[in-house]
């Protein structure tokens, strides 16, 4: 929906003598979707130094699933898997920490093996 028809709408229930409260205009913008989009744009000397681009859309779920708007379903922190997720990392860091210990003490010990091995020879 776009801040036109919002307003439109707005103003002809105005118009009409009907008042239009806060719930009625959530409701329509639920209903039907609100887009409010910016770019900022900072340039020196006709370079692009930085672009910002500003994207607020409020919609309700189901609007928003009619126009192809879901990713709260598979974002982990939204759909309850944070936790599964959080104990995940903790075993695969562990795991790594096991295995560069390993490393560490297998190259120590290479390295002593080399050196006696080098001192045998001398």
Not at 4 to 30: C, F, P, Q, Y
Not at 64 to 73: D, K, L, S, Y
Request: aromatic letters at 4%.
């Amino acid at each position: 929906m776009s801040y036109a028809k919002l307003s439109s709408a707005s103003s002809n229930a105005i118009a009409h003598g009907g008042s239009t409260n806060l719930a009625d205009i959530l409701e329509r913008v639920l209903d039907q979707g609100l887009v409010i989009a910016g770019d900022i744009r900072v340039n020196l000397l006709d370079i692009e130094l930085l672009t910002i681009k500003l994207r607020l859309v409020v919609a309700s779920l189901e609007t928003a699933r009619q126009v192809g708007i879901n990713w709260w379903e598979t974002d982990p922190w939204f759909n309850g898997d944070a936790a599964t997720l959080e104990s995940e990392n903790a075993k695969l860091r562990k795991r790594v920490r096991e295995l560069e210990c390993e490393s560490d003490e297998n190259g120590s010990h290479k390295e002593d093996s080399e050196e006696s091995e080098s001192r045998e020879r001398a």
